[in-house]
């Protein structure tokens, strides 16, 4: 009976080995219990928490249907641009767009990016300008006010020679605020001499002779 035993015995092993064979990989991960159609997507997860995890994830974002999803103008809206300006910036926008639509960006994090990008120059601006102005304020010394002022009288004749299209090109341009253009300008001031300096009529043709202000004119030129 020992043997005959033993035989049941082996045979009882070999179906159990049968069963296991007959078992794919897949009904074998914690997935395998579920339909068949769900095993591609949960292949990547490596535990039912991962999956529920990620789940939990997606369910925070809200994926673009379409490029028109992206709002991405206001953040530019108090840009000052002309109209080439705002033809390369509506261009930059819808390839960002679509890069953003194929590698499953949402628009919420479109924005962040931009935002951050903006950010980042910024304060990489101000940091030159701040180094800059350091520079030019050691170089020019007392006459650093001085110098500063015959910068933005060279602005106002170059003006007034442009039939007064110079001004606003400049207002709001962060290289108004460049100490190298504000050498530039001084530098242009000496050149032509005091005589051609100190009247403009910025803005447009026709305007007064009269010397103007930045504060009225030149709004948020030479800050520093």
């Excluded at 004749?157 to 709001?172: C, E, F, H, I, S």
């Amino acid at each position: 009976m020992a043997d005959e035993n033993t035989g049941q015995t082996g045979a009882g092993n070999e179906t159990t080995g049968g069963d296991g064979g007959g078992n794919t990989q897949e009904s074998q991960e914690w997935y395998g219990s579920l339909p068949e159609a769900t095993h591609e997507k949960l292949k990547g997860f490596a535990s039912v928490d991962d999956a529920l995890s990620a789940i939990e994830q997606g369910t925070k974002h809200t994926y673009a249907k379409s490029p028109d999803d992206f709002k991405l103008d206001g953040i530019f809206a108090d840009a000052q641009l002309d109209d080439t300006a705002k033809a390369t910036l509506k261009e930059t926008l819808s390839g960002f767009t679509t890069h953003c639509m194929t590698s499953d960006i949402t628009p919420k994090q479109a924005e962040g990016l931009i935002k951050y990008q903006q950010e980042l120059v910024a304060k990489q601006n101000e940091a030159a300008i701040e180094a800059g102005t350091t520079a030019l304020k050691t170089q020019w010394g007392k006459d650093y006010d001085k110098n500063k002022d015959q910068s933005l009288l060279a602005v106002q004749a170059l003006d007034k020679k442009m039939d007064g299209r110079l001004a606003p090109a400049l207002n709001g341009n962060p290289i108004v605020n460049d100490p190298m253009f504000i050498e530039l300008m001084y530098t242009i001031g000496a050149m032509v001499g005091e005589d051609s300096l100190g009247t403009g009529s910025p803005g447009g043709v026709g305007g007064n002779d009269k010397p103007i202000s930045y504060e009225t004119a030149f709004k948020g030129m030479f800050k520093t």
